[in-house]
């Protein structure tokens, strides 16, 4: 593939001043889901094709085509001229070649055991076999369990010297048991939407492992059908990795994007509280908050050496001590804002133009075990595994569901409460954070599906954080 | 592209797409069944920030799936590109056919697989006059004031969507359509949400929105109106209608669902609660958005009535579902709303403030979510040009406010009128290939909604 990108690459007329990037990206994905005793879903899709940005009087063009020949590669770079030459006297920005440096190198996931030696009677037979360790009652009434498979390859040459290859292996393990008892349905998943993704092989399907987790999602599952509502009041809250994953997501990485706050998304994701001149200064959260931006963690969903527009990936500190440091943007926002940034931008596919996304967002760990935390608490509620989420289009008035929670009395974790909720304004939020958990109370996670962008793309990004303690938090229950 | 291109890339793709078909079924053994379908597109996507382009782009996409049952009733699906310069249909039909095989190979039995057992056909085709690529930009930001500072997307092109079984079902639909979904913004950071999509761009027709939305940002530059959080009367625009409505897509009108306890129409179903009578819900193939044909080779009645005068109707029910409960499929593969249809009411659009009275007027829903699914309660926010009326008068814009509300009072028992008026809205989706489909919806005026936030 290399070698017909490149060929194609020095069959362009490319003007002084110009640059062209062609990136091939191929992405097979198995989704393999069973529901109760059945099979649900046998799929595989295998997409590919090629992305060719033209960069024409200060503004990027781009064509997208499946036909990977020679002659469909030079008149879908053509077009990507043309694109770019049409809008270039209306541009919002005059770009340059400092947006598309000529990285080269590559990039594989750790995988210690391939998913290749697993047979499709294999997958079936896992996924039966947790669906029926979840039922373990008659009022289990629904169990469902699934796998997502994806390798993806991509390799990018650019006209100023790029070349890079990035090979990706990526497991995702859902299961969900709902119930029913005296006219209460719940469901209890292992650690919510598809939160059990990683960069990986066959290291993540250890049958001990998910046995595990489907013994859990069955017990918890009967708890809650036994529990009373989640009371309403203002409280202590205790968020589990499973949901910081969704706090972080939601109220530090999307506020922090600065397409976001450069108004690109403000007629689909939305803008941000967030101001240009905030970043140095700003005091995000307490003292204790510190989140990195780290595509550097060995099995994290969302890790990668370069963006695909050829930055190179490294670890920053995003929020260091509770003060902003720097922001989630690519080169492109970089240059227009003044603003420091990441190495984040990224395509969902082949058919799609980078844009400034998450990676890996991370909360550091603290000093605080478990369950000192839990010991310093008087009143409180833990909370588990996220179930519904709602945030306004400037990332600050927010409202999250959970699946599990247990009210935490004088020290210990007592009665188990169902329909959890818990509602605040980011601004506020984490200047609230009192503790946070040590590297033994560390969770990572991760999700396929984080929505953005004009085309919209859904993209992965991974999540690691300790549990997390905040005070003074709106808390309450289900149906009125 | 130029609107002949798009027909020709449409031509081809349903010439090629019926070669392959009669290849592959063509190999099939005995008690071999298969569907294929054909998703594609070729589109011009152009994004604008500040009234300036952001990015600009085409798209040329096509992707053939192979659903297979093999003869022990094991199922798999498998989809590739479809690339029509590939050349050997045979080697292509072959290769398809040894893959689906091998990845159904071992795989339990399927209870719940339809078999494609009937056949039936149609054809939809609808032409349009789309913007030549190397007009869009002119076109779009050429009638702008200095100082518009609109943002959003314009995507314009053909879309495809093509199926075909073992049994002799053939369906086609090609569309030529184009949206510009935007938004024009004050330096305050409020906005007014408008659109213009069709088959045939008439630049006067899209500067007439832009006019119009520029006058609607006036009443946003007053003074913010902050209100705590409390019950509010309101009126609700139609996009705001619409974005309440797509919850009922979240679980809530899928016969899988209701079977499995696991939507809060349960209690609809069951007399235990109901709708207004003023609310009326049906899916509606004769507003042209969406084939009406599904991924099982269903053709889906031209009206699927959900909801009559509050009263439960029927639920979306796909072949599987129905299969798997002794339901009645309607042809709802997806289980979820894809041309959706509220029925007008008695108020006439013109008079919504005045009927409001003092309240919020909301012109925009945003990032909606079940707070408490089995009980219908549905958290969200206020977006764009939500107002504050006095006596009729719009007053000012409020600050953004969260709401947490159950549809079962927003459609019923708050429910004081609809409009007789009603707006299509239509569907502006671009995850992975534009979507097809919109909703047709009035405005709604509840006489108490709940905010918290």
Redesign the interface.
């Known amino acids: 593939m290399e070698q017909l990108l490149k060929k194609v690459l020095s069959q362009l007329s490319i003007a002084s001043g110009e640059w062209v990037g062609i990136r091939f990206h191929r992405e097979q994905t198995q989704y393999r889901e069973v529901r109760d005793s ?2 649900e ?9 090629v992305m060719i940005e033209w960069l024409a009087d200060g ?11 020679e002659k ?1 590669l030079m008149e879908t770079a053509l ?2 001229k ?3 030459q ?2 270039a ?5 005059k770009f340059d070649t400092r947006c598309r440096p000529p990285s080269q190198g590559r990039y594989s996931s750790s995988v210690r055991t391939p998913l290749a030696g697993l ?3 294999d997958k ?1 037979s896992l996924l ?1 076999a947790l669906c029926r360790r979840m039922k373990t009652s008659d009022c289990v ?2 169990t469902s369990a699934g796998l997502q498979h994806v390798l993806s390859d991509t390799v990018y040459v650019s006209s100023n010297g790029a070349h890079f290859e990035q090979n990706l292996s990526l497991v995702t393990v859902s299961m969900e048991a ?1 119930g ?1 008892k005296n006219g209460v ?1 719940q469901k209890r998943s292992n650690h919510g939407l598809s939160a059990y993704s990683y960069q990986g092989g066959a290291e993540f399907l250890f049958v001990d492992v998910l046995n595990a987790q489907a013994d859990k999602v069955a017990a918890q599952l009967h708890e809650l059908l036994d529990a009373p509502e989640c009371p309403s009041l203002t409280t202590s809250l205790v968020l589990s990795p499973d949901q910081m994953m969704l706090q972080i997501h939601e109220s530090i990485g999307h506020p922090l994007e600065l397409d976001r706050i ?3 998304e ?3 994701a ?2 941000s509280f967030v101001k240009l001149e905030d970043f140095g200064h700003l005091r995000y959260g307490s003292e204790l908050l510190n989140v990195t931006f780290d595509p550097t963690v060995r099995h994290e969903f969302a890790s990668y050496a370069f963006d695909d527009s050829g930055a190179p990936a490294r670890r920053e500190f995003l929020i260091e001590k509770g003060i902003l440091r720097r922001g989630l943007g690519s080169l492109e926002s970089q240059i227009r804002s003044g603003v420091a940034g990441v190495a984040n931008q990224r395509a969902s ?1 082949w ?3 980078p ?1 400034d996304r998450m990676a890996n967002i991370n909360v550091e760990a603290g000093q605080t075990s478990f369950n000192e935390m839990i010991a310093g608490i008087e009143h409180g509620v833990y909370m588990e595994s996220n179930r ?7 990332r600050n ?1 927010f ?1 999250f ?1 959970c699946e599990y929670a247990r009210l935490i009395e004088n020290g210990k974790l007592g009665q188990v409460v169902r ?1 959890p ?1 818990y ?1 605040g ?1 980011t601004s506020g939020f984490w200047k609230q954070l009192v503790a946070v958990g040590d590297a033994a109370s560390m969770g990572v996670f991760g999700t396929p599906y984080c ?1 953005k962008g ?5 993209i992965r990004v991974g999540h690691a954080s300790p549990v997390c303690a905040f005070a003074g938090v709106e808390v309450f229950g ?3 | 592209m130029n609107k002949s291109e798009n027909l020709h890339y449409a031509d081809q793709l349903h010439d090629l797409f019926a070669q392959v078909g009669k290849k592959f079924f063509g190999l099939l053994k005995n008690g071999e069944h298969a569907r294929l379908s054909l998703s594609a597109e070729q ?1 011009q ?3 604008v ?2 009234g ?12 053939l799936k192979v659903q297979f049952i093999s003869s022990v009733h ?12 590939s050349g050997d249909l045979n080697s292509l039909a072959g290769e398809l056919l040894a893959r689906v095989r091998a ?10 697989v339809n078999l494609p057992l009937q056949k039936s056909s149609s054809e939809t085709v609808f032409k349009g006059q789309i913007l030549p ?2 007009e ?3 076109s779009l ?1 050429g009638g702008l004031q200095s100082g518009d ?1 609109l ?3 314009y ?1 314009g092109g053909t879309t495809i969507s093509g199926l075909a079984d073992s049994a002799g079902t053939n369906h086609w639909f090609s569309s030529d359509t184009f949206f510009i ?3 024009l ?1 004050l330096e305050n ?1 409020r ?1 007014v ?1 408008s659109g213009y999509a069709g088959r045939e761009w008439v630049q006067k027709d899209y500067l007439e929105t832009v006019k119009k939305a520029r006058g609607d940002l006036q009443i946003l530059n007053r003074p913010v109106k902050v209100l705590r959080p409390a019950e509010y009367r309101v009126f609700l625009a139609p996009s705001a209608t619409s974005e309440l409505l797509n919850m009922f897509s979240w679980g809530a009108l899928s016969e899988g669902s209701l079977q ?3 939507s809060p129409l349960c209690a609809v179903r069951k007399g235990e609660k109901q709708f207004s009578k003023k609310f009326s819900l049906r899916e509606n193939y004769g507003l042209g958005m969406s084939p009406r044909f599904t991924a099982e080779g269903e053709l889906s009645p031209e009206a699927v009535p959900l909801i009559e005068n509050g009263r439960f109707v029927q639920a979306l029910c796909s072949a599987r579902t129905a299969k798997e409960y002794g339901a009645l499929s309607n042809g709802s593969s997806s289980e979820s709303l894809r041309t959706p249809e509220i029925a007008g009411g008695e108020l006439q659009a013109a008079d919504a403030l005045k009927s409001l009275g003092t309240g919020l007027y909301l012109s925009d829903l ?7 699914m ?2 219908g ?1 549905v ?3 206020t ?1 764009y040009g939500c107002v504050w009326v006095e006596d009729g008068q719009p007053v000012g814009p409020i600050q ?3 709401f ?1 509300e ?1 549809i079962f009072r927003a459609f019923g028992s708050e429910l004081v009128a609809l409009t007789r008026e009603t707006e299509i809205i239509p569907e502006t ?4 290939r534009r979507a097809f489909g919109g909703a047709r919806v009035p405005g709604m005026l509840l006489e108490r909604f709940n905010f ?2």
């Open positions: 059945h099979p879903e046998n799929r595989t899709v295998d997409s590919a094709g503004q990027f063009g781009y064509a997208a085509t499946p036909v990977v020949t469909s077009l990507a043309t694109q770019a049409s809008a006297g209306r541009a919002l920005f047979s499709e009677a079936f039966l009434t629904t709902s029913q349905v450069l108004g690109d403000r007629n689909y939305g803008s596919s058919n799609r133009p844009i519904s989420w709602s945030i306004d289009d400037y008035k409202q569901g329909n909720n509602r304004v929505g004009e085309p919209n793309q859904s289900g149906a009125v | 589109t996507f152009t994004r920030s500040r300036k382009v952001r990015q600009s782009g085409n798209v040329t996409d096509a992707v094991s199922v798999c699906e498998i989809a590739v590109p479809f690339v029509p310069e990845q159904a190979e071992g795989v339990p039995q399927d209870p719940y690529a190397g869009v930009v002119s930001l500072d943002v959003g997307l995507a979904d935007y938004s913004w950071g906005a949400k499995r306890n696991d945003h990032y909606l979510n079940w707070s408490d089995i009980h309660r958290t969200g926010m977006r953004d406010m969260r947490d159950t989706s671009t995850y992975v918290t936030l």
